[in-house]
């Protein structure tokens, strides 16, 4: 198949587009490669695909395109020059804390860009789109685990609001137009080539320059975090199944994560929570060294725990998330060990 992959120099679309090259499919990636953080990271993904690549031969194309998805001429240029597969949109304004001092940021990425994404996925009648939406929309919710048949309409930050609206949008192309579409809310994911505005990152280089870590809410978080291989097998096999219409869907008593048109909505997790300081001891572990915690009170619009129930993915496409969060985080600093050459 040919494969659109949006984001594809940031984290999970780097590792999403490497597997599909890996598997004998072509690639073309649309990255504006913004200096959220480190641009050197994000081109070091961009040097890693190239190479992909050109390990496959002739068996793949790959291209990247440089362009921002809320440019509307760029975007459809890119669907003129090719017939997309599929369509998987991983590219945004990441970042719960970021989007209170930067909501602009956000709308230009997260709901111009995803219009543009939409619109030109109608005009070209794209089979299929799968598009990242986040754990975050569950907001104020406190059940856990967290379904997909939970209410999600008090967002705590601005970065989650535009999320849930991605959501709301890509149903009205999908009752309208009839485009299948695919949302998935991850949850905390974490590996190899990962954010470094992530705790992981930011905690493992504290720790071997032996500075103090911020341990937020006392350490009394718990993250459903996610390890990136497992991510990438449940988004890549979601895109592979083609989103219909839900035929048990009554709009007398709607479900609120499918629809009598082609649309759905999975949670992508772990589905085994831990505590933020159990995160910080396989940290500790797999680098050898004692990390300097600094405990503080929780900071605005973050959500003390999150758990995902994930049986309606499990059912869907048979995915089943098997990496622990040690081996996670040991594979991580192996990672960064080598990357940064510490």
Known sequence: MKCLITGNAGFIGFHVANALMARGDSVVGVDNVNDYYETSLKEARLQALEKTAQRQGDAVEYEFVRANIADKAALDACFERHQFDRVIHLAAQAGVRHSIEHPEAYVESNLVGFSNLLEACRSAKTPHLTYASTSSVYGGNTTMPFSEDHGVDHPLQFYAATKRANELMAHSYSHLFKLPTTG?????????????????????????????IPVFNHGHHSRDFTYIDDIVEGVIKSSDQIATADPAWSAADPAAATSNAPFRIFNIGNGNPAQLSDYIDALEEALGKTAIREMLPMQPGDIPDTHADTRKLQQAIGYKPDTSVREGVQKFVEWYRAYYSV
């Open 184 to 212: 998935l809310r991850f949850f905390t994911v974490y590996g190899p080539w990962g954010r470094p505005d992530m705790a992981l990152f930011k905690f493992t280089k504290l720790i071997l320059q032996e500075q103090p």
